[in-house]
């Protein structure tokens, strides 16, 4: 007979540290995916938060199976024709081909950029962090370079600034302005919507026909050092800043 977990362990890491370590969710949705009997310990339904998983359990999480694995923390600099998914039913080309080799643990993108767009994305399977960086309440700035099919006039400027009414709501950037000694038909946006083709909508809604567009900026990471379709991990500096936004 299988002895019945015991909740009162002090060894091992909580139940929820572990679901969430495995890039499910973040430990507060695990708790209460816990409590509605989704997940089993050793084939028990386990409805204890503060149980300790112990290296000889076996957990399962909606009949999944679910390993330890090492948190990992990737930085992509994404070239255009990707479309940002873990796979897709047309088998067009993933940002998942890009960080084949980045690690063994299984890491999905946090958030997303459309097929055209380029710039930064991150990916982890810290599912606690990912929902932190992916919540409107966060603020989680990004910034973009944004190149127009004409030149932006300083009064749109000011209007993108005050807000503008889109057909999911106003919408304000941060901040915006033209690019510093470039084209007046370039511009730097700053924004902490998630919302879906939010830059391309803003300028569309304009009467501009968006170019290129390229995020150069993602919760305070940037591109230096880092060539279009070429990853890297995060340090443990830059992982620790993002766990404190």
């Known amino acids: 007979m299988k002895k019945r977990p015991n909740p009162k362990s002090n060894d091992g890491i909580r139940l929820n540290k572990f679901i ?15 409590q509605l009997g989704s997940v089993k310990v050793n084939d028990k339904i386990m409805t204890e938060l503060g149980y300790k998983v112990k290296p000889t ?12 694995e090492k948190l990992a923390y990737v930085l992509l600099n994404k070239p255009k024709g990707f479309i940002t998914t873990t796979r897709d039913e047309k088998a067009r080309r993933t940002v998942m081909e890009l960080i084949a080799n980045a690690t063994k643990s299984r890491i999905v993108p946090v958030g997303r950029l459309d097929r055209p767009t380029t710039g930064l994305l991150f990916f982890t399977n810290d599912g606690e962090l990912a929902k932190k960086l992916t919540h409107p309440s966060s603020g ?4 973009y370079h944004v190149v127009l099919d004409k030149v932006v006039s300083g009064q749109h400027l000011q209007k993108i600034k005050s807000g503008i009414s889109l057909e999911d709501g106003v919408i304000k950037a941060d901040e915006v302005s033209h690019v510093q000694g470039a084209s007046k038909r370039e511009v730097g946006i700053s924004l902490h919507s998630g919302r879906n083709r939010i830059v391309r909508r803003i300028f569309e809604h304009l009467g501009y026909e968006v170019i290129s567009l390229d995020r150069v900026m993602f919760a ?21 800043t993002l766990k404190m936004l």
């Open 20 to 34: 969430a370590h495995a890039g499910i969710c973040s430990r507060r949705e695990a708790d209460m995916h816990i």
């Open 57 to 68: 359990d076996i957990v399962h999480f909606d009949g999944q199976r679910l390993q330890a």
């Open 140 to 143: 989680i700035k990004k910034l």
């Open 220 to 240: 305070g990471l940037t591109k230096k050092d880092l060539p279009r379709g070429h990853w890297r991990h995060l340090t443990k500096s830059e992982v620790d």
